[in-house]
């Protein structure tokens, strides 16, 4: 590994943990531990590519809004997203919630769509946002269909009792096609998320539908599972499944 890249991602990774604060380099040291000289460095050398910015009396340090053009550049380049968005659209007005289109990233999801529910009240989950495996239906389903040997990778890192308990529940979720989990990410939500395979016949994203738990009850979450399904089904085809 190129220890300048290194460093600099260090840096780069502890200002993005609040991307709208200014920090210090006596902030920036106290969190690296990286030589103070090493911080200014860096802190220059990205503020020259618009990656940094300084606040007003120049001694404190923020992303640069280049981060957003080039997300923002990757959101609306992402063929998966602009394939799958004209259905998510679709199945938001069918279920009548916020649906969420999520891509796998070895042992997490992340983010990459969303189409709001058309209720007054709604669940709001960021695009961008990276959430670890296991928590939600979406990473259940994304590691319920993933080979063996991922599976077997991630599942080393838990202890025996926790092992054992997510084995039995990918299990069902591989029986039943979705996954279902309550509360796991944000207290009193539901989600109900389904796989998307490629022409690989590998999960490499989710779509999933999150709505209160007050306002639902078996027989909804049975109907929008369905739902849910039949759309992750579609966008699979569209993407070369078979």
Known sequence: MIQSIERAMLVINMLAR???RFFSVQEIFNETELPTSTIYRILYTLESFDLVERNDNKKEFRLGYTWLQLGMKMYHETD???KAHPLLENLAHNVRETIYLSIA??????????IDSPKN???IDMIGEKIPYPIGAPNKVLLAFSKSDL????LKQLKEQEKEELIENLNGVRDKGFAISFGEKTKGTVSIAAPIFDSNKQPIAAISAECFEYDTDAEKLESIAQEVMKTAQQLSHELGYI
């Open 18 to 20: 609040h991307p709208k």
């Open 121 to 123: 009240v709604r669940i």
């Open 80 to 82: 998966i997203r602009e």
């Open 151 to 154: 599976q077997q990778q991630f």
């Open 105 to 114: 990233k070895q042992f997490a999801s992340i983010i990459i769509d969303r």
